[in-house]
């Protein structure tokens, strides 16, 4: 049994993982703003984590064997934390993403087309970090999501009080009305109607992941030893014609597509530049993944329920 702190974990794969540490027989505390309470036999602490001196008043002498964070998004918030778990605990993971990769974001050292991205495409021990930004600012953070987790990652690396670790994830999918962002349901919905989906001319693969495999793959990064960063994708990259091709023949349609000019905004998925990620490191370091086609018909199977059992708006 291990003493687990997660940060956030009140919704799709976090609360999925919390749920996976206590049937794993793991002692759990959940720290969050409360919005919503986690499963009974979970010690919650009820915190706005940006707040240091509350944080750490909250965390009172308590001491964990692992911290999982969830929803750490700015170099600001990741100081905090360093700074309140230092000392309480021995290894730090943190959940990253793929848009750290994205290069419309960054200048990234160039990789061949085609050619998975590997992690030290984006190394945490040498990126800038600027904590003076206005990463306070909501607006400011959504159009910096990105860089706001590349620093993030650089100061949890860098700051010295427990090793660290962070899971870059994929795109995540499946769960139904859990899949907050709405992106499958966009494809599912447009395509059981019939109606045109937005899409590049020359579109690119990217990467996904089953909601579940990535709550399974953070149980087992909470409970290994590997420092870094690692990438948390499915086999198999799709593009955005091989995504729809697949929903809409599920839904007995064909799909319709329009291709948007040079620049112009497209549908979810639909990227005119390549970063679909490598999982070999993961692999490497003893995790399996799943191959995107095995679950993304259930997926949107999901997808279709949750739509259906959906009140019209004029109920």
Same mark, same amino acid.
């Given at each position: ?47 706005? $984590?940006?707040? +240091? *001196?509350? @944080?750490?008043? =909250?965390? /009172?002498?308590?001491?964990?064997? #692992?911290?999982?964070?969830? !929803? ?77 987790? $590349?620093?993030? +990652? *650089?100061? @949890?690396?860098? =700051?010295? /009080?427990?090793?660290?670790?962070? #899971?870059?994830?994929?795109? !995540? ?80 349609? +064909? ?61």
């Amino acid at each position: 049994m291990q003493k687990v702190c997660v940060i956030g974990g009140s919704r799709y794969f976090g609360k999925l993982l919390v749920k996976r540490l206590l049937a794993a027989g793991h002692q759990v505390t959940v720290i969050n703003r409360g919005s919503l309470r986690p499963p009974s036999g979970v010690e919650h602490l009820v915190v706005d $984590r940006n707040d +240091e *001196a509350a @944080l750490k008043a =909250a965390l /009172g002498d308590r001491t964990f064997d #692992v911290v999982v964070d969830q !929803v750490c998004y700015t170099p600001v918030q990741a100081a905090i934390a360093a700074r309140a778990f230092a000392g309480r605990t021995p290894r730090y993971v943190m959940t990253s993403t793929i848009e750290v990769y994205d290069p419309a974001t960054a200048a990234l050292p160039a990789v061949a087309p085609g050619t998975p991205v590997p992690e030290e495409s984006v190394d945490p021990a040498t990126w800038p970090v600027t904590t003076e930004l206005p990463w306070h600012d909501g607006a400011y953070l959504d159009a910096h999501y990105a860089e706001g987790k $590349r620093q993030a +990652e *650089a100061v @949890l690396t860098r =700051a010295g /009080g427990f090793a660290f670790a962070s #899971v870059r994830s994929a795109h !995540v999918l499946g769960g139904g009305a859990q899949e907050f962002t709405g992106r499958l349901a966009h494809y599912v919905e447009r395509l059981a109607r019939g109606e045109e989906i937005a899409v590049h001319a020359q579109a690119l693969p990217t990467a996904f992941i089953h909601y579940e495999e990535l709550a399974d793959l953070l149980l087992w990064a909470a409970a290994a030893e590997f420092t870094g960063p690692v990438n948390a994708c499915s086999d198999g990259p799709l593009d955005v014609y091989g995504l729809a091709s697949l929903i809409a023949a599920q839904a007995g349609r +064909e799909p319709v597509y329009r291709v948007v000019r040079a620049g112009g905004e497209a549908s979810p998925f639909s990227f005119d530049r390549h970063y679909a990620m490598s999982n070999a490191r993961a692999k490497g370091l003893g995790f399996p993944f799943s191959r995107s086609t095995d679950w993304l018909p259930g997926a949107v199977a999901e997808a279709t329920a949750a739509l259906t059992a959906e009140p019209s708006p004029t109920a």
